[in-house]
């Protein structure tokens, strides 16, 4: 299995690129310049931005050069936040980053930010990124960052500078520089062997993670290391794996008789919490990881499953029938009185706190349909993303910006993967070289 470095081991040299001081241009602080994106919860007219081809530092950079323009055009293209104007419009041609661009050329194409950019192979070998940002309106350079990869780094060194320009211009971290881990389904409906797989967020750079002899179910990643933790239906009882995704080392966490739902981790990634079964009802355990000791947080007849942590660790949404049909809950962590926040007409499950606390994701089924969700962990602000036949199993992306989630229509066909904006707005199928569902977003890679 191929190792995957860490940031800093892609990276070298990182450095703020100068602003060009020619033809009346200066840098401005992360304060200054045009307003950022504000995003509305009504309708949304996104950014209009050009994304020039990168330049090569000589001819036989042009494809790596052009590759990273694309990666940048599509990651902000897909965020819905942004609108790459075609280069068929451009009426300058980019051949050199040092000089400024003429900004009265990209003002007639209604461009509010320029992105400037060059690929150049050093004698080491080791690839040059470097890329400027510009507010077409001012003039004025927004950020600039220059990066020393290896080449076969070179679609995360353009997710990062994406992540760069989402940041700059919407003031939130991006989410581009992140992974997904899915099960990959192929074969006949009656016979559907399933993977593990693992991807870049956009559908790129697809690799299993298992061989698909055994049945394997709710990949989820730790919060703080490059492990999953899935179940796996071999020939006897269920059992609950972590797998170290770099060096393909598998733990056994245990076997647990009859466990219903997804194992997921604790923000600090040492505990897991699932659900267990016994008899016709089952309740919420959290494992350490460390001690292998499991506690037991609610006592009740009813099914109680599907947890997940609040982002600070202090709470833990989790569907519960305890009301006689499945709902939202939130309780303390440690345990303690049960509280529903979901009340609308239908079922709610599979709940999934947002990295940034606001927001709990859902399925709600009802109507004979399948609905994506969201509402605030006070219950309050219930909204529905898509409707459909079996949606299922939202996964927040690391800004809690965007949901991924799977939708199985059904019949001989299979499961496919979608994103949608938590606005509701921009639903996007993602790419994977067969069936897939049950996706589950890493955090941004360090």
Request: hydrophobic share 35%; proline share 8%; glycine share 12%.
């Amino acid at each position: 299995m191929p190792f995957r470095p860490s940031r800093r081991q892609v990276i070298s040299g990182m450095a703020a690129l100068g602003a060009l001081s020619a033809g009346g241009v200066r840098h401005v602080s992360a304060q200054g310049g045009p307003k950022r994106i504000v995003v509305p919860e009504g309708e949304f007219q996104p950014l209009p931005i050009a994304i020039p081809n990168f330049v090569p530092g000589t001819p036989s950079d042009n494809d790596v050069a052009v590759g990273v323009t694309q990666v940048i055009t599509n990651n902000l293209k897909r965020s819905g936040l942004f609108a790459p104007i075609d280069q068929a419009a451009y009426i300058e041609h980019i051949t050199n980053i040092d000089v400024p661009p003429q900004f009265a050329n990209w003002k007639t194409l209604n461009a509010q930010a320029l992105v400037t950019g060059r690929m150049t192979r050093q004698g080491d070998g080791r690839l040059k990124a470097e890329f400027r940002l510009w507010d077409v309106a001012t003039g004025q350079q927004l950020t600039g960052q220059q990066y020393f990869t290896s080449p076969e780094y070179w679609r995360r060194i353009a997710h990062i500078i994406s992540d760069q320009i989402y940041e700059r211009l919407t003031g939130e971290k991006g989410y581009f520089d992140s992974r997904v881990v899915f099960v990959d389904e192929s074969g006949p409906a009656q016979h559907r062997i399933k993977r593990l797989a693992l991807m870049d967020q956009d559908g790129a750079n697809v690799r299993y993670l298992t061989r698909g002899s055994d049945l394997v179910l709710t990949p989820r990643f730790s919060p703080s290391t490059q492990e999953i933790t899935y179940m796996e239906f071999g020939q006897g009882d269920p059992r609950v794996y972590l797998l170290n995704i770099e060096t393909g080392q598998r733990e056994i966490v245990g076997n647990f008789p009859g466990m219903s739902f997804s194992p997921r981790f604790s923000p600090d990634g040492q505990r897991i919490i699932m659900s267990l079964s016994q008899g016709g009802n089952s309740n919420l355990y959290v494992m350490d990881l460390r001690s292998k000791s499991t506690t037991r947080l609610t006592d009740t007849p009813a099914i109680d499953t599907s947890p997940s942590y609040a982002p600070d660790g202090t709470r833990l949404c989790f569907e519960s029938d305890r009301g006689g049909k499945p709902q939202i809950y939130i309780m303390p962590a440690a345990g303690g009185p049960a509280q529903r926040i979901s009340f609308g007409d239908g079922t709610y499950s599979t709940p999934v706190w947002s990295p940034r606390g606001d927001y709990i994701a859902f399925t709600k089924q009802g109507g004979g349909e399948f609905s994506i969700g969201i509402i605030k962990p006070d219950g309050s602000g219930e909204r529905i993303l898509t409707s459909g036949f079996h949606n299922e199993g939202p996964t927040f992306a690391p800004n809690g910006r965007v949901l991924m989630f799977f939708r199985d229509p059904g019949g001989n066909s299979g499961a496919s993967l979608f994103t949608v904006d938590i606005s509701g707005r921009n639903e996007l199928r993602v790419p994977t070289p067969g069936f897939a569902s049950d996706p589950a977003w890493s955090p941004l890679l360090s």
